[in-house]
């Protein structure tokens, strides 16, 4: 059974930039997505790749801010964010795709523990 782990969340003004790593222990599945929850909201897709292709997917609000990349030889999946807004403070969770739609909590099996970003204005 994959563990992931995520890490670089922190405090950031508008404007400022983060990257989230997100390390997988054990076999990681073929498709990798961040997922992030706001207080009071859903928990929604913000990116995701699949392994081996390296093809990416992203949400209507982070594209063009936003890249997922990820790392073979550290089994290690990256979320470059820049241009950060207000309102993409939230719980950045990392999860492995089981089975179904990328974008939908449910299809996802694997989960880490979330890393926490807030951006001031």
């Known amino acids: 059974q994959v563990q992931l782990i995520e890490s670089g969340g922190g405090l950031v003004q508008t404007g400022g930039s983060l990257r989230l790593s997100c390390a997988a222990s054990g076999l990681i599945k073929n498709y990798m997505g961040w997922f992030r929850q706001a207080p009071g909201k859903a928990r929604e897709f913000v990116s995701g790749i699949l392994w081996n292709s390296g093809d990416t997917h992203y949400a209507d609000s982070v594209k063009g801010r936003f890249t997922i990349s990820r790392d073979h030889a550290k089994s290690t999946v990256y979320l470059q964010m820049n241009s950060l807004k207000v309102e993409d403070t939230a719980v950045y969770y990392c999860?492995?795709?089981?089975?179904?739609?990328?974008?939908?909590?449910?299809?996802?099996?694997?989960w880490g523990q979330g890393t926490q970003v807030t951006v001031s204005s």
């Open positions: 999860a492995g795709l089981g089975r179904g739609s990328i974008y939908r909590t449910e299809s996802y099996d694997t």
